[in-house]
């Protein structure tokens, strides 16, 4: 049996073959019931029932799959770096459809579906990392991130996995390939606060961004809840990127829902941590804010990476859906930061009024709270930040997928009716999945018309 968990992944191809039939030439074997632990470095994550199904039809790799009635995890113990992931998927004996997220819900892919009878693969990008910089320093965490008394990572974006999440009506996994592909993609990293981050629940433009994407760019999200752009610096999170990055790799950067804030404690930090304050970290709209978004910008391009200034996106009263006024003036002074750094620059907060708009009363179905974006909103913003891409014509609008949707913020499609994207459920039979449609999804605890809730924090 190889050990996963003691050997180097450089140049090393991983190849898991999931069911209980005979594995195939060159891959490790996986059945339901092989559990993740750090002894073997690989397996399922526990708390779900995966089931182990085989055909009469196909080959070794093909004829047998796990699949589950619930959202099930599978994790592999790696290095950090990004790492080129394919699947095969398929029923050899029925149909299949399989939604796949990564790390903390991440989407990668959106209802790939098989035909009776067939199976096939599809390749996507993921990365993982953790807090370690060079010179044994690292990055502040936050307690969110890290429990400090024990040590222990409590936020698995941190964490030496990579970890992968399979549902949807039918879901039917056969296989697993992963690859090291370090210097073989282009690198998208994000700088953001809890608009943009990982969210356990919801959903951000920057857990949607890798849906859109080829397998040529890997997006890494650095987003991370209560961050401001003095923040950012303040927890080494900036020294981190910058020592990962590489020339022809790209910087999103969206802040100032945090920095407009200058009373009280900062969350993002401990409480007996003054640096944490919030007068020390905030920036005025147009003053420091503009000062260092574009200084962010030229070390970044000093750096030979390409760096693209965002705009915050919106707030909105809950009460009618209508936008407030309270991110206009970082709205309004972000491409100002980008004249000065002289970088690409995407109009998210312009995009953002224009979708809340042309939503009316039905923004708040776009909108978890007055500031944080849902799976819909997510889902259309994500694509605002595809269309920023192709308007400013940066080299990455060439590896954008053929089937992501054109995008007009006046008349922001998929409807909330037609948003088809199936988020995880709390329940759900075998062969039904609840999808998004029809509901705010403001309640995690709201029973919906279909019988299924929503999951929590995943």
């Not at 996963?4 to 140049?11: D, F, I, L, R, T």
């Not at 890290?146 to 992968?164: A, V």
């Not at 407030?324 to 998210?348: R, V």
């Amino acid at each position: 049996m190889i050990v996963c968990g003691a050997v180097s992944a450089s140049g090393q191809v991983f190849r898991f073959d999931f069911g209980s039939d005979e594995a195939e030439d060159g891959y490790i074997a996986v059945n339901a019931s092989t559990l993740y632990s750090d002894k073997i470095g690989y397996g399922f994550e526990s708390g779900t029932e995966i089931r182990n199904v085989i055909n009469s039809k196909g080959d070794a790799l093909t004829k047998d799959y796990v699949t589950s009635a619930n959202p099930f995890k599978f994790s592999i113990k790696l290095p950090e770096g990004s790492y080129k992931v394919t699947l095969t998927l398929g029923n050899t004996s029925g149909t299949s459809c399989t939604t796949v997220k990564s790390e903390i819900r991440r989407l990668m892919v959106e209802s790939f579906r098989t035909e009776a009878g067939n199976t096939a693969q599809v390749s996507f990008n993921v990365n993982i990392r953790t807090p370690k910089i060079s010179g044994r320093n690292e990055i502040k965490l936050n307690s969110s991130e890290i429990d400090y008394s024990t040590g222990e990572i409590k936020k698995i974006t941190w964490d030496d996995k990579l970890t992968l999440q399979f549902y949807d009506s039918e879901p039917c996994v056969c296989g697993v390939e992963i690859e090291p592909v370090d210097d073989k993609v282009v690198t998208v990293f994000i700088i953001g606060d809890s608009t943009v981050t990982d969210q356990a629940a919801g959903g951000t433009w920057g857990q949607y961004l890798p849906r859109w994407f080829d397998s040529s760019v890997v997006v890494s999200n650095h987003a991370e809840s209560g961050m401001t752009i003095k923040g950012f610096r303040f927890g080494r999170r900036w020294d981190k990127i910058m020592e990962s990055c590489k020339e022809g790799d790209y910087l999103l950067i969206q802040l100032g829902t945090n920095d407009e804030k200058s009373k009280g404690h900062d969350p993002m930090w401990d409480s007996d941590d003054h640096a944490g304050d919030w007068l020390r970290t905030h920036s005025a709209a147009d003053s420091d804010y503009i000062w260092e978004l574009a200084a962010m910008a030229v070390e970044a391009g000093r750096h030979g990476v390409i760096p693209v200034i965002v705009s915050p996106m919106t707030k909105i009263n809950r009460a009618d859906g209508t936008a407030t006024s309270l991110m206009t003036p970082y709205g309004l002074n972000a491409p100002k930061a980008a004249e000065l750094a002289g970088c690409a620059f995407i109009d998210l907060w312009g995009m953002s009024m224009d979708i809340v708009k042309a939503l009316g009363k039905d923004s708040v179905r776009a909108y978890s709270d007055g500031t944080h974006t849902d799976n819909y909103g997510a889902y259309l913003f994500s694509l605002g930040i595809v269309k920023g891409i192709k308007e400013n014509g940066l080299d990455i609008a060439a590896h954008i997928l053929p089937d992501t949707p054109e995008f007009d913020p006046k008349n922001p499609k998929p409807s909330f009716e037609n948003f088809k994207v199936p988020i995880e459920p709390r329940r759900m039979p075998v062969g039904m999945v609840r999808r998004e449609s029809g509901s705010t999804n403001n309640d995690q605890t709201q029973t919906r018309p279909d019988g299924w809730t929503p999951m929590g924090p995943l």
